[in-house]
């Protein structure tokens, strides 16, 4: 079953808005096993809007949309699925009344705009809105649903939750799930790993893709099936495979984050680490202190022209912690004709000490960004006894 995701608002193209309500439903939709093969974004404008849904339905088995159903002049959604359709509007008259003594009992007085959020096309099931006031909709329309939920975050989630996806499932006839099995890896660029695995791109189900996050690439295994344990039958091979041509540069899976596995190391050996850095200017130790529940011992932010060893051991000591991780100040170079930071990292354990230099592209905060990254991963590496394992 195909379902479109189609987000309505002008301040979603402009950036005013993050288009947060298309990636959930999206989500939701794999959770459930239904193919999203588009998703639209349109303005406030009847005309584009009416065509977006008449495109999408000649695409896909149903269509959801999100935003412009409130109040206003420029909430066309439900005009727009009229007009798409070939229908009339219709009042919940009921409602309405209800819509128009809760507001009277707040501010003493109503405008009749507000009455809109009581109306949906003829023929469609309004949808209840536990978390506000607009009214959604569900319309069959010659064997499509189209369904419209507001912008707002938690009364789009509450409507979806409660009213479309129950409908969805009784139409699909059958229960199937899309499941994903996602590898964190770090050391190498996406062209590299996607060299290592390009036959393995040829598969469909499971297919693989690569998603880019700082310095770290992913590998998403993706599997579609009856059921969710079908569906991790099928991710299995090809997941050992990976992880068979990866090694270590695979570091953690799905939800995990470098921090978790930070953690899990300095626990398993008691340790704690303390930071001295210069060139990221307190990132990497502020990504420690929040992401870390225990074993952060504390950080520094320097001016300071000393060595990366330097710094690491001067952290150490000052913090009484087992690991100092020093960073020291970016040195800026030309890297073929480019702007480029070269920055030091050293780590001293009560195992061993290492340095190394790393070089990023550009200055200032990109370069820091980058680095604070770096700095983790190395950080990592250390404590796993790994440190130079990875060029």
Known sequence: MIVEVIAVGTELLIGQIVNTNGSTIGARLADEG?????????????????????????????????????????????????????????????????????????????????????????????????????????????????????????????????????????????????????????????????????????????????LIHDMEVRVRITAKADDEAAAAALIGPMEADVRN?????????????????????????????GVFEVATAGQVGSRLATGLTDGFAGSTILVDSASAAELAARARSAFGSDVGLGVAAAEVVDDSGRQASLITFAVTTPLDSKERPMRFFGAGEHARSYATGAGLHLLRLAISERWLDIP
């Open 245 to 273: 041509r990866l090694g270590d540069l695979v570091f953690a899976t799905d939800s995990e984050t470098v921090l978790d596995v930070i953690g899990a190391r300095l626990a398993e050996r008691g340790w704690s680490v």
């Open 34 to 210: 239904f193919d999203a093969h588009h998703q639209v974004t349109v303005g406030d404008n009847l005309d584009r809007l009416t065509e977006a849904i008449t495109t999408a339905l000649g695409r896909a088995d149903a269509v959801i949309l999100t935003g412009g159903i409130g109040p206003t002049q420029d909430d066309l959604t439900r005009e727009a699925i009229c007009a798409a359709t070939g229908r009339a509007m219709t009042r919940d008259e009921e409602y309405a009344e209800q819509i128009r003594q809760r507001i009277l009992a707040r501010r003493g007085s109503v405008a009749e705009s507000v009455m809109r959020m009581a109306e949906y096309p003829d023929g469609a099931d309004p949808l209840p809105n536990s978390q506000g006031v607009a009214l959604g909709v569900a319309l069959n329309h010659e064997g499509k649903w189209i369904f419209a939920v507001p912008g707002v975050p938690r009364e789009m989630r509450a409507i979806l939750e409660e009213e479309i996806m129950p409908r969805l499932r009784e139409t699909a006839g059958r229960p199937t799930a899309i499941k994903s099995r996602v590898l964190h890896t770090w050391g190498r660029g996406e062209s590299q790993i996607a060299e290592i695995l390009d036959d393995l791109y040829q598969s469909t189900n499971p297919s693989i893709a690569f």
